[in-house]
């Protein structure tokens, strides 16, 4: 039971060898009914193979949108992060349910823009709508560097998840490439077949699988170890889960950014992944921090694209609630049956908590118990002590482990296609125009092999920590966060330098902090962000200023408490005079020739504020009433504890009065 360092030896499980296999098998199925799909769909031009290969033909209805949004947005992090954080920080775990909830709300605001956008302007790639309002080709090219670089680090770090879960549980060495190469060559080969219908059709599995495996796990914890109401504090092998927060913790709660770095990573390599103040020494954060980071994925190209493919606003409403119910669909641990909290976020924390107790009773007899109760995976360990029971326990313990790799294939698959939409679309295509429909086939799939290929390079030869490409990744996607807002709702249309000169040079930016400072009192992502956005707002007043302008705007901003009409009416003054002939086809004709970029595909008129306005009338956008928003801060601001810290004291491992306690959970 025991290795030779004392701690619990994972062994080979013929039922799990044989199930993977049968998962994999079921998804390379529904791989080709997505590519009969994706055959019916119309190739007569080179933008039809586009659209039918990267958009499914626009042809999504809720339940494929909802499948394939779910599996996408909860992928491993759900599956194998949730228990994983939970082993190490206990309830704070439950951070990333508010954190969820704030991208939920994002979405829902700039998901019909951006589809109605979409329909009416033909976007297809994640960057058309940049390119539409703004034309300009310095801004285009930063948007697709953002969008890329963070779907690559994505997308390695989960093929790296790949052989670090499973090579142990098929008894390969731990370097072994070929259990990653393997899965990454079957996503490859479904997406040849089907493109995202392919995709979508094997999220839809995927999703149902996580399901089945948190439902399956969590009941079989709850029926054999009593689940949290049978925990006894003063007992428990990490009391301190029971304590209040610390008020660096509580803080830590608002910037929960990095947190979900580091627990989207299913293994606990990096101290970071630790709330211990000597490895976090970021005393203050600003509260809304973990609104950007977390807000800042809806604008993923995996989203963007789920969004024009969607058949119609139904679709994307069920979309909408799939990332809503994701952390919230109801499930387990009360005294008396259901409870009414999460499908992942409570069953993954009851899965790591009651590991706790669970690994700490099976290393009583080892000859290094504490060892033995620090293991690197604890995701695997605890599957490993349900297969050794036998039985129920063991079938659900293997289809959590197949719902682990559904998650991280169902963000693999829909990241690869990404990437290869980008090349594809934004970089290949319009060097080649006059492409054949077959030329432009054969050429996304190439693309897909050259990026799988590079992926599985990178990924496999990586050496360092895990958590420095998730350090990378997201606090670069954040730069391109002020292109969208303010394209979707400014009602003046900025520069397309005054946002593209700040978010290159925070880009930049990212990556030097990261190499040179290690022990920033600020999350470099959040601090760039910041900067990002007071840049571009000083490019854009001093660009008004310079050309005369800046009148017209300040009269828009005291106009602010008149009549809606007016108001309207002031703050497009200067917009109207800089886009007096909408043919023109170019709001800033003052630039050089080669910052134009080829915009005829999206209509003979300018994409305007005004024009997107128009397109919206009759739709009800609840991101635009303040009320809503206002609801949603406080609705996401209250969740944060704020108590007295580490609340009851603990003296030698011993509580000096017994924490209060609701059904096995602390009252905090």
């Not at 998804?27 to 080709?32: E, G």
């Not at 090579?167 to 990653?180: E, K, Q, R």
């Not at 789920?306 to 387990?332: C, E, H, N, T």
């Amino acid at each position: 039971m025991f290795d030779a360092e004392g701690g619990l030896e994972q062994q080979r499980n013929i039922g799990l060898m044989v199930a993977v296999p049968i998962f994999l098998f079921i998804n390379a199925l529904f791989a080709y009914a997505g590519g009969r799909m994706m055959s019916k769909l119309e190739h007569k031009s080179s933008e039809d193979v586009l659209t039918a290969h990267y958009l499914g033909g626009r042809s999504f209805g809720p339940i494929v949108s909802m499948g394939t949004m779910f599996a996408s947005a909860f992928s491993g992090f759900a599956v194998i992060g949730v228990p994983n954080s939970s082993y190490t920080d206990g309830w704070l775990t439950f951070v990333w349910g508010a954190s969820s909830q704030f991208i939920t709300t994002v979405y829902s605001g700039v998901a019909p823009r951006l589809r109605k956008a979409s329909i009416v302007r033909n976007h297809q790639s994640p960057a058309d709508f940049v390119t539409d309002m703004f034309q300009s080709q310095f801004l285009r090219y930063t948007i697709i560097i953002s969008q890329f670089i963070s779907q690559f680090v994505w997308m390695t770090s989960n093929v790296l998840s790949i052989k670090m879960a499973f090579n142990g549980a098929f008894n390969l060495p731990t370097d072994s490439p070929w259990l990653a190469v393997g899965v990454v060559s079957l996503i490859v080969v479904s997406e040849w077949v089907g493109g995202l219908s392919a995709v979508a059709l094997t999220d839809t599995v995927q999703g149902t699988i996580m399901v089945l495996g948190s439902i399956a796990v969590a009941s079989v914890i709850k029926v054999h170890y009593g689940g949290w109401t049978a925990l006894d504090p003063e007992t428990f092998y990490r009391p301190e889960f029971y304590q209040t927060p610390s008020r660096q913790q509580q803080w830590y709660w608002w910037q929960n950014g990095e947190r979900l770095l580091c627990r989207i990573i299913p293994f606990r390599l990096v101290s970071c992944c630790s709330f211990s103040p000597e490895h976090h020494p970021l005393p203050f954060i600003i509260s809304m921090s973990s609104a950007f980071l977390s807000g800042s994925m809806v604008f993923y190209p995996i989203f963007l694209q789920r969004i024009y493919a969607a058949r119609d606003l139904k679709s994307i409403k069920a979309a909408g609630w799939a990332l809503f119910m994701g952390p919230w669909l109801g499930i387990v641990d009360s005294q008396y049956a259901i409870s009414y909290l999460s499908l992942h976020v409570i069953p993954g924390m009851q899965i790591g908590t009651m590991g706790v107790q669970m690994i700490g009773d099976a290393c009583q007899s080892s000859s290094n118990p504490a060892e033995c109760r620090n293991p690197a995976s604890p995701f695997t360990t605890i599957l490993g002590i349900l297969m050794s029971i036998g039985g129920f326990p063991e079938a659900a313990a293997i289809i959590y482990y197949c719902s682990a790799l559904a998650a991280i294939m169902s963000t693999v698959d829909s990241v690869l296609i990404s990437m290869s939409q980008i090349v594809t679309s934004d970089i290949l295509y319009p060097l080649r125009p006059k492409s054949t429909p077959r030329q432009i086939a054969w050429m996304g799939r190439a693309v897909s092999v050259v990026i799988a290929a590079l992926t599985l390079v990178v990924a496999l030869s990586w050496k360092g920590s895990i958590i420095l490409l998730f350090e990378l990744g997201l606090p670069i996607s954040m730069q391109m966060v002020p292109a969208f807002i303010f394209g979707l709702y400014s009602k003046h249309r900025f520069h397309p330098w005054s946002l593209a000169i700040p978010a290159a040079t925070m880009m930049v930016a990212t990556v030097i902090m990261l190499a040179l400072w290690k022990d920033m009192r600020i999350h470099p992502g959040v601090f760039t962000f910041l900067v990002n956005i007071l840049a571009t707002f000083v490019f854009e007043v001093s660009r008004l200023a310079w050309t005369g302008k800046w009148r017209e705007m300040w009269t828009a901003v005291r106009a602010q408490s008149k009549e809606e009409e007016e108001v309207t009416k002031m703050m497009t003054t200067a917009d109207d005079e800089e886009e007096e002939d909408l043919s023109s086809q170019d709001p800033f004709p003052d630039r050089p020739q080669w910052d134009k970029p080829k915009v005829k595909r999206f209509g003979e008129t300018s994409l305007s504020p005004k024009l997107l306005d128009e397109m919206m009338k009759g739709v009800n956008e609840p991101i635009r009433d303040y009320s809503y928003v206002m609801f949603v801060i406080l609705a996401f601001t209250i969740t944060t504890p704020i108590v007295a810290e580490l609340r009851p004291s603990i003296i030698d491992g011993v509580f000096v009065e017994l924490p209060p306690v609701v059904r096995g959970l602390p009252a905090w």
